[in-house]
Nanobody
Framework: QVQLVESGGDLVQPGGSLRLSCAASGVTLRYYHIGWFRQAPGKEREGVSCISASGRSADYADSVKGRFTISRDNAKSTVYLQMNSLKSEDTAVYYC????????????????WGHGTQVTVSS
């Protein structure tokens, strides 16, 4: 059974940084593409970033390009999302998701999901 657990969410001031982690169990992570998504209250879930199974490819939503960096350590079965220069509009619950077939930012294409971690950017 595939399990994904996000961690690292917190309350941070604008301009601050956070690193989110997505730890996987029950799966050989190197066979899966991983996406990070977020959902703010009253808004639709949106793709933030994704990384290919090999780690050679990564993509970002325009809203986070240049501020967020996705990476993975398959030996540790963990994917990271480094978030810098955080803004109030980054406030949301952040989810990671896995797919063995799909690489991209369409959330409906992912099979496995974590329960999310809250990121709040506020002074």
């Amino acid at each position: 059974q595939v399990q994904l657990v996000e961690s690292g969410g917190d309350l941070v001031q604008p301009g601050g940084s956070l690193r989110l982690s997505c730890a996987a169990s029950g799966v050989t992570l190197r066979y899966y593409h991983i996406g990070w998504f977020r959902q703010a209250p009253g808004k639709e879930r949106e793709g933030v970033s994704c990384i290919s199974a090999s780690g050679r490819s990564a993509d970002y939503a325009d809203s986070v390009k240049g501020r967020f960096t996705i990476s993975r350590d398959n030996a540790k079965s963990t994917v990271y999302l480094q978030m810098n220069s955080l803004k109030s509009e980054d406030t949301a619950v952040y989810y990671c998701a896995a797919s063995s077939r799909y690489y991209g930012l369409q959330y409906g294409e992912y099979n496995y999901w974590g329960h999310g971690t809250q990121v709040t950017v506020s002074s």
